[in-house]
Nanobody, 124 residues
């Protein structure tokens, strides 16, 4: 089992920044690809960003490229999502997730472990 706990959400104005953190415990953190997903009211959960467990390769959904940065610290068992130039459409509950699968899979159903989520609200 891997336990994931997110922090750092909140209310920010358009154009502002937030930094989400996810602390992992349980199994060996470096064995897992780590990702961030989000879910807005009335919408399906969608992929935001992923970082590889092997070489740090990252992948982003098109709508956040150039604004969001995912990073990981295997020594501290943490993954972060730096979010800049936030827009109202970024408003959602953000979830940290872990996957032991090979490849940077973006489909939520293929991710094994999930945090409880943290709310991000961007006001216009």
């Amino acid at each position: 089992q891997v336990q994931l706990v997110e922090s750092g959400g909140g209310l920010v104005q358009t154009g502002g920044s937030l930094r989400l953190s996810c602390a992992a415990s349980g199994r060996t953190f470096s064995n897992y690809n780590m990702g961030w997903f989000r879910q807005a009211p009335g919408k399906e959960r969608e992929f935001v960003a992923v970082i590889s467990r092997t070489d740090g390769t990252t992948r982003y959904v098109e709508s956040v490229k150039g604004r969001f940065t995912i990073s990981r610290d295997n020594a501290k068992n943490t993954v972060t999502l730096q979010m800049n130039s936030l827009k109202p459409e970024d408003t959602a509950v953000y979830y940290c997730a872990a996957s032991g699968a090979y490849g940077l899979i973006v489909i939520p159903q293929y991710w094994t472990y999930w945090g409880q989520g943290t709310q991000v609200t961007v006001s216009s």
